[in-house]
Each structure stands twice: as C-alpha cells, then as structure tokens.
C-alpha cells in the first residue's frame, strides 16, 4: 500500500515524500509558503497512487512548477507522463540521463509495467545550476555512478539533500545496471556528498531518511 509521511522544515521548504509502485519508490513534492511546488521523481504508477498525489496537491492549493528527475530509470519515471500533462510541464534532467526515459516504456515492460512514450525534456540542467521554486532553491549537483544523468538536489540553508539512488541509508545505488560504475560512484558520494556538514539530511530514492554524518560512520560500503 502507499503511504506518505509528512516532513515539516522550518517555515520554509516543506517535503512530502510519498512510497509507489513494487520498487517501494520515493517520490517527493517540495513547497513552501508561496504555494509553488516541485515534484521529483513522480513513481506513481496505479490510479490509487496518482490520484493519493494529485488529491494531496489539490487540497493544499499548491501550484506545481516544476518536474524534476534525479535520474530516468523506471521507478523513478512511471509518473512522468501523468504529472506532466495533469500540470503542463515538461520534465527537467540532466541530458545524460535522456538515454533512459527515451526508452522507459520498453524498460517498463521487462519488469511488469505497461507505461505510454514519456513526454521529454525540453529543458535540462547541468552541474551546479539553482532550480527555483516560490521563494525556494536547490543546488544541482551531478553525482553519476548508479546511472549517467543522476544528480542530487541540495538546500543549504535547511541543510537536506536529495540523493535518488546515489546513496541510502547504510547501502549505495547499484552499478550492475547500464552505465552504472563502482569506482565513479564512490567519486561522486566522497566529493559531493560527503563534503556536506554531518548534519545534512539525506532524503533517498528508497527507504528512510539518514544523515550524511551517520553514513560516513556506518555505511559498509563506503565507511571512512
């Protein structure tokens, strides 16, 4: 069943994370006090889930301005034509990643799905680019590793992160999938995650949140 926690932040960003489809995906809406919202990383996949998303936007009067993707694999995308047409957007990524959502659809069946040709990019983002939304920014910052394309978003001033599949609570993305690659992935995690103060929270594409102090300490595969 889907479920969504509340995550309140300090009178500015506020994060809702919803859990969709099998994989147990992470999909995130971030607003703050202007009513404008983003949503990253749409996994809903069943009516139920798409209309549990749409109602919560509804019912809070948010206006959503943005699509955005930490990576295109197809977990992550299985919503992108929903939310892309119920709010006229178009998705935004890094152009590295567009190899993936061109071929979500065929991707989507090898593992059950049956998903329409994704509505594409007309607008990507590179390394170190600000997305904005209301009175709110997040930092881009190109992490690859699990997926050419992946990127994480950071916010400074309430000192969160997030990572897609780049990094979990005591666990890594996999590099066993096209593109992904073990040592690039560490490079990525070591030099712009981990760079981070201890106190950031991480929000990830799967499972709970954690802290980038509490990976360096305990992450098995990483621990430094």
Do not use: W
Request: proline share 4%.
């Amino acid at each position: 069943m889907p479920c969504v926690i509340h995550l309140k932040l300090k009178n500015m960003i506020t994060i809702e994370k919803f859990v969709f489809n099998a994989f147990g995906e992470n999909t995130y809406l971030l607003y703050d006090e202007t009513k404008e919202a983003i949503i990253i990383d749409p996994g809903c996949y069943e009516q139920q889930e798409k209309d549990e998303l749409a109602y919560f936007i509804d019912t809070n009067d948010l206006k959503v301005v943005k699509l955005i993707y930490t990576h295109c694999h197809v977990d992550h995308i299985l919503g992108n034509n929903f939310i892309a047409e119920t709010y006229n957007l178009k998705p935004e990524i890094h152009k590295a990643g567009l190899q993936f959502i061109i071929r979500g659809d065929e991707q989507a069946r090898v593992y059950g799905f049956n998903i329409e040709k994704a509505i594409l990019p007309e607008v990507y983002f590179e390394d170190g680019d600000v997305i904005k939304f209301g009175n709110s920014e997040l930092k881009v910052v190109y992490t690859p590793g699990h997926a050419d394309g992946s990127v994480c978003f950071i916010n400074s001033p309430q000192k969160f992160v997030i990572t897609g599949d780049v990094l979990f609570r005591d666990s890594i993305g996999r590099t066993d999938f096209p593109t992904g690659d073990f040592d690039i992935l560490m490079k990525s995690i070591h030099e712009k995650l981990f760079t981070l103060e201890d106190d950031f929270t991480v929000y990830c594409g799967h499972g709970p949140e954690t802290s980038i102090g509490y990976e360096k300490v305990n992450n098995p595969f990483i621990r430094i």
